[in-house]
């Protein structure tokens, strides 16, 4: 008696995202994200090759903020068309890009450093810092990172800065930074707007939800390994990603 022909495998149901966060179901933690109200305004350039929908931080980041704009692309004409809005003085905007300037290099003191268009530490810091309207946060790895920088050229326009945190990243194991600086998007988002609005509640906010986003991956990671981010090519470095990060 011949054996029924076998069928194929139904092909798995793909696992639904959330329209917010843009992350599979299982790891939004959107329905737990505290609002926070921003007096400086957020730009987070994102490259579009940046895939990690897992442990990406960029767009969890933009929800907790009523004026944050996520951006997906690699240039824009102006600093203007890439927020979607008219900006007078794109001085008064910071990228934060570290490239190849290390803050314990410079010897900075504080976690947040303006550097001048030569790479060093510009003169006056609190008088530069201080008159900040909005931040530019690129999100990708380092190599994405530096495409949006040199291919955006209005960034020179903007005063470029550079972060010396205090810890870390708190990716931990799942993530590793090649460089001490190196932190998720929303951790540098934390750092630069907790200390340029002076609220360490910014902080302790963005940190809280970048935790739980963590731990609800350390959950599902080996119930659903489909979860897990791709290794990176050879050679990748992830950025500030920092952002994320994300």
């Known amino acids: 008696m011949s054996k029924p022909p076998e069928t194929a495998a139904a092909p798995a149901e793909p696992i639904p995202e959330c329209p917010h966060c843009q992350k599979p179901m299982p790891l939004c933690i959107c329905d737990s ?41 690699l240039s824009w004409p102006s600093l203007s068309k890439a927020l979607g809005r008219p900006v007078e003085n794109a001085a008064r905007w910071a990228v934060l890009y570290l490239g190849s300037a290390r803050a314990a290099d410079l010897d900075a003191e504080g976690e947040i450093v303006a550097l001048n268009r030569k790479g060093e530490i510009a003169e006056n810091q609190r ?23 040199w291919r955006n050229p209005w960034m020179l326009k903007c005063q470029r800065v550079i972060l010396n945190p205090a810890h870390p990243s708190r990716y931990g194991r799942l993530r590793k930074e090649p460089r001490r600086d190196g932190l998720s998007t929303i951790e540098a988002a934390a750092t630069i707007l907790a200390g340029l609005e002076r609220r360490p509640d910014i902080a302790e906010t963005l940190h809280a939800s970048f935790e739980r986003m963590l731990a609800r991956y350390r959950e599902v990671q080996d119930e659903m390994p489909e979860l897990a981010p791709k290794p990176a090519p050879k050679g990748r470095r992830r950025d500030f990603r920092r952002g994320k990060r994300a």
Request: aromatic fraction near 4%; charged fraction near 20%; hydrophobic fraction near 50%.
């Open 33 to 73: 994200v505290t609002p926070i109200e921003n007096r400086l305004s957020l730009l987070i350039l994102q490259h579009p090759q940046e895939q990690d929908r897992a442990l990406g931080t960029a767009r969890l980041l933009a929800r907790h903020f009523a004026d944050a704009t996520v951006r997906v692309g």
């Open 127 to 149: 008088a530069i810092l201080g008159k900040l309207e909005g931040v530019v946060l690129l999100d990708g790895t380092w190599s994405q990172a530096k495409a949006l920088w």
